[in-house]
Nanobody
Framework: QVQLVESGGGLVQAGGSLRLSCTAS????????MGWFRQAPGKEREFVAA????????YYADSVKGRFNIARDNAKNTVYLQMNSLKPEDTAVYYC?????????????????????WGQGTPVTISS
């Protein structure tokens, strides 16, 4: 069993920054890849970013590339999503997810169906 708990969401103005955290428990953190997804009201869930088991590879959706950064600290069992230059369209509930299987390309890392465990989500609202 893997449990994921997100934190760090909130309300910020456009152009601001926010850092989300996701802390995992239940298995050695290094045994799974991690991803961030988001879902806005009335929209389908979309991929945001992902990182491999040791942090050797990262993947980003085109909509956030250059603005967001994903990182992990295996010693703290935590994955982070640093969000900069936030836009109103970034408003969504953000979820972290854990994948116990290996992935090494964007196609796999960006697929929500790939992930085995999900956190409860943390809301992010960007005002304009």
């Amino acid at each position: 069993q893997v449990q994921l708990v997100e934190s760090g969401g909130g309300l910020v103005q456009a152009g601001g920054s926010l850092r989300l955290s996701c802390t995992a428990s239940g298995r050695p953190f290094s045994s799974y890849a991690m991803g961030w997804f988001r879902q806005a009201p009335g929209k389908e869930r979309e991929f945001v970013a992902a990182i491999t088991r040791t942090g050797g590879n990262t993947y980003y959706a085109d909509s956030v590339k250059g603005r967001f950064n994903i990182a992990r600290d295996n010693a703290k069992n935590t994955v982070y999503l640093q969000m900069n230059s936030l836009k109103p369209e970034d408003t969504a509930v953000y979820y972290c997810a854990a994948d116990l299987d290996y992935y090494s390309d964007y196609k796999t890392a960006s697929s929500g169906n790939e992930y085995d465990y999900w956190g409860q989500g943390t809301p992010v609202t960007i005002s304009s």
